[in-house]
């Protein structure tokens, strides 16, 4: 069994959140903020087709020896050291 950690993505849920926020910025500022480099080192949230490709991968038989692991799908918000 293998563990996908996902951290922002672009989702229906940000966009609501920034709909239900009392501001006047631009969803693009809003996600910007959300990802400046200090929360998201690759300064930047990720799309839903990046998380799609990972879970797709560990699904296929390329990834038939992968077992036992987590991945961190986070644009290296929980760096592994």
């Given at each position: 069994m293998?563990?996908?950690?996902?951290g922002?993505?672009?989702?229906?849920?940000?966009e609501r959140a920034?709909?239900?926020a009392d501001s006047n910025e631009s969803?693009?500022?809003?996600?910007?903020?959300?990802?400046?480099?200090r929360q998201i080192?690759?300064?930047r949230i990720g799309e839903?087709?990046?998380?799609?490709?990972i879970a797709c991968f560990l699904a296929s038989d390329q990834a038939g020896y992968i077992t036992g692991t987590s991945i961190n799908v986070d644009g290296?918000?929980?760096?592994v050291v």
């Open positions: 293998n563990a996908l950690m996902f922002l993505i672009k989702s229906g849920h940000w920034h709909a239900n969803y693009e500022v809003f996600s910007q903020n959300m990802s400046d480099g080192p690759l300064g839903t087709k990046e998380f799609a490709n290296a918000s929980s760096p």
